[in-house]
């Protein structure tokens, strides 16, 4: 017999499924508790509630787990690529070797966007936000490319849509940040892999060391998917409404512009930048950060869902120490991140409230040790989360079931009101 929860309602018992996940996870399953009962659950933030079912990611914030399809975030890090863990993360498995070089070319096919697009973005001031101008021209796209705007699209159309989107957004991305330098838009080398082929847009060399290339490669990789945060749950409730895929995308890129979900890294350099500024050191705002009353906050420490360690800090450490050592950046910002990384990691204060360095952390300091300027690193967040997004999306809409997201309220407002006229007010 199925495991049930019971639930006391007054005199009346009900009986709810339990649902087990494949990891082990426990669900209890509310779905017709309001047709059964007349109540629904009231769960501020969604944050004890499970929207869906999906076969894409797991994370264990307890142990410090994070998997795409099975496969840990170390091995995948360790021995795959960006495109691969993409691919992944789309069609539920690695590719075999013709299936990846067919895979990449799709998304090397599309390095340029319409005319318009490049009109558009040369048309906002230098001085705009790139996720501004990363949100604008995603939903743009969709005044382009009629075909991908249909209500339900083939399975060859989303295969066209993901690769369209993965080959796409970096180039607009690497445009907004041309723009704003005030340079001339910088064509895509096909014959670049997709991380070099970015930098080399952004900086217009086609040397680009491989060192560095790679650390960009597992940083993208690390922000592939994360389970169902802001913005992913974004896409699948805007998609969920049969948006076309260039809104829904457009509607994750705004999610994660908040300074709660990918501004994170861009929060450490504010925070660094206000140390340097001070002129009081990292050891006097550790300090500070102890005491309640100062307001000093220590960010790109801890994390909202990994409660001991966050998997992806460790693997980019590496990577950060590598890209230091081999640019050989000399910048004080970088001097006072890597202090503070040192005395919080020996600091009791710190090791016994679990508060160690984050992905959020390091990712800033390997993006600034790059010379990207800190308002574009929540666009690099967006691009290693794209396929991540179009994941989510893809398997949404394909599952059987597949319905319109609509959660419920508890309405605590005014219950009986009379209209005055607007004269006796």
Not at 19 to 30: H, L, N, P, Q, V
Not at 61 to 83: D, N, T
Not at 123 to 146: E, G, I, Q, W
Not at 253 to 263: E, N, R, S
Request: one cysteine or more; a neutral charge; hydrophobic letters at 40%.
């Amino acid at each position: 017999m199925s495991e049930k929860a019971k639930l006391v309602l007054g005199e009346k018992t009900v009986e709810l499924p339990v649902f087990t996940g494949t990891e082990g996870e426990k669900a209890i399953d509310i779905t017709k508790l309001r047709a059964e009962t007349g109540y629904v659950t009231l769960d501020s933030g969604y944050m004890n509630t499970g929207a869906c079912t999906s076969s894409i990611t797991f994370l264990d914030g307890e142990q410090g787990i994070l998997k795409y399809r099975g496969y840990s975030i170390e091995e995948i890090a360790e021995k795959s690529s960006f495109l691969e863990s993409s691919y992944l993360v789309f069609y539920g498995k690695l590719p075999t070797a013709s299936e990846m070089k067919a895979f990449e070319e799709r998304i090397a096919a599309y390095d340029d966007v319409p005319e318009g697009i490049k009109t558009q973005i040369k048309a906002f001031p230098k001085d705009a936000h790139p996720m501004a101008v990363l949100s604008a021209n995603m939903v743009s796209l969709s005044a382009y490319y009629h075909d991908l705007c249909a209500q339900d699209l083939t399975a060859a159309q989303k295969d066209t849509a993901i690769a369209q989107l993965m080959g796409q957004l970096k180039v607009v991305a690497a445009y907004a940040y041309r723009h704003s330098q005030g340079k001339e838009f910088v064509k895509s080398n096909k014959s670049l892999d997709y991380c070099s082929d970015f930098i080399h847009m952004m900086t217009g060399t086609d040397k680009v060391d491989p060192k560095v290339a790679k650390a960009l490669d597992i940083l993208l990789i690390l922000h592939v998917d994360h389970e169902q945060n802001c913005s992913t749950s974004s896409v699948r409730l805007v998609g969920s409404s049969k948006a076309n895929i260039f809104a829904t995308i457009s509607a994750g890129v705004d999610a994660l512009w908040g300074p709660l979900h990918g501004g994170a890294n861009q929060a450490v350099l504010e925070m660094l930048e206000e140390i340097k500024q001070s002129g009081k050191g990292y050891e006097a705002f550790l300090a500070e950060v102890k005491d309640k009353n100062s307001g000093s906050r220590l960010m790109g420490f801890g994390h909202r869902v990994y409660k001991n360690f966050d998997p992806r800090a460790k693997i980019i450490k590496k990577a950060c120490d590598q890209v230091l050592a081999t640019l050989g950046v000399q910048d004080p910002l970088l001097d006072i991140a890597k202090g503070l990384e040192e005395v919080a990691l020996k600091d009791e204060y710190f090791v016994s409230r679990k508060l160690y360095p984050n992905v959020d952390f390091y990712s800033g300091i390997i993006y600034r040790a790059l010379g990207i300027p800190t308002n574009m690193f929540t666009v690099m967040f967006a691009m290693g989360r794209l396929p991540g997004w179009m994941a989510q999306w893809k398997e949404m809409v394909e599952q059987a079931g597949f319905k319109i997201c609509r959660p419920r309220q508890i309405y605590t407002g005014d219950t009986k009101n009379s209209y005055k006229d607007i004269k006796s007010r």
